[in-house]
C-alpha cells in the first residue's frame, strides 16, 4: 500500500508538515512583511528540506504525530460523553473549570509524550526505580497534596 510506504511517512507527511506548519507561522506572523508569500514559501521549502536532511528531528516529527491524533481523539470522546450531560457545548457555555482542566490535561499530555517520544523515558523510570522507591512515594505524595490544596482552596466558600 503506497500510504504506509517509507518515502511517502518518512519523507513526503514529515516535509509536507513543517512546510504547512513555517509557511502559516510566516503569514500569520508576517515577520518578512505583508504579501510576501514568495520569500515565505523559500523559507519553508528550505526549512522541510533541512528537516528532511536530518534523521533524528524527522523520527521525532514521525513519531509525535499520531499522538496527537490519539490526544485529539482522547478530547473529542470527552466532549462527546460531556455533551451528552450538560447539553450545548458551543461558544461561551464551555464552563471555565472545563477550560482550566483541559489546559493542564493537554500540558500534561504533552509533556508526557515528548518525553515518552524523545526517549527520556527509560532513563526518568530508571533513575526513580534504581534502589530507593522514596522518589516515588515523594511524587505521590506531592500529587495528593496538590490535589487536596486545590479542592480546598477552589472550594466555594459558605
Given at each position: 500500500?503506497?500510504?504506509d510506504?517509507?518515502?511517502?511517512?518518512?519523507?513526503?507527511?514529515?516535509?509536507?508538515?513543517?512546510?504547512?506548519l513555517?509557511?502559516?507561522?510566516?503569514?500569520?506572523t508576517?515577520?518578512?512583511g505583508?504579501?510576501?508569500?514568495?520569500?515565505?514559501a523559500?523559507?519553508?521549502?528550505?526549512?522541510?528540506?533541512?528537516?528532511?536532511?536530518?534523521?533524528?528531528?524527522r523520527?521525532?516529527?514521525?513519531?509525535?504525530?499520531?499522538?496527537?491524533?490519539?490526544?485529539?481523539a482522547?478530547?473529542?470522546?470527552?466532549?462527546?460523553?460531556?455533551?451528552?450531560?450538560?447539553?450545548d457545548?458551543?461558544?461561551?457555555?464551555i464552563?471555565s473549570?472545563?477550560?482550566?482542566?483541559f489546559?493542564?490535561?493537554?500540558?500534561?499530555?504533552?509533556?508526557?509524550?515528548?518525553?515518552y517520544?524523545?526517549?527520556?523515558?527509560?532513563?526518568i523510570?530508571?533513575?526513580?526505580?534504581g534502589?530507593?522507591s522514596i522518589?516515588?512515594e515523594?511524587?505521590?505524595?506531592?500529587?495528593?497534596?496538590?490535589?487536596?490544596?486545590i479542592?480546598?482552596l477552589?472550594?466555594?466558600?459558605?
Amino acid at each position: 500500500m503506497i500510504i504506509d510506504h517509507p518515502i511517502f511517512t518518512e519523507i513526503l507527511l514529515p516535509f509536507l508538515l513543517v512546510f504547512v506548519l513555517i509557511f502559516a507561522i510566516l503569514q500569520k506572523t508576517k515577520i518578512l512583511g505583508d504579501d510576501k508569500k514568495q520569500i515565505d514559501a523559500l523559507i519553508s521549502l528550505a526549512v522541510g528540506l533541512i528537516l528532511i536532511g536530518f534523521k533524528t528531528p524527522r523520527e521525532f516529527i514521525v513519531n509525535l504525530m499520531p499522538w496527537l491524533a490519539v490526544g485529539a481523539a482522547v478530547i473529542l470522546v470527552f466532549l462527546i460523553l460531556y455533551g451528552f450531560v450538560a447539553g450545548d457545548l458551543s461558544g461561551k457555555n464551555i464552563p471555565s473549570w472545563m477550560k482550566i482542566v483541559f489546559g493542564i490535561l493537554a500540558g500534561l499530555f504533552t509533556i508526557g509524550v515528548v518525553i515518552y517520544v524523545g526517549g527520556f523515558w527509560d532513563n526518568i523510570s530508571h533513575y526513580f526505580s534504581g534502589g530507593d522507591s522514596i522518589w516515588m512515594e515523594l511524587i505521590l505524595l506531592v500529587i495528593i497534596v496538590g490535589a487536596i490544596l486545590i479542592v480546598v482552596l477552589t472550594g466555594k466558600k459558605e
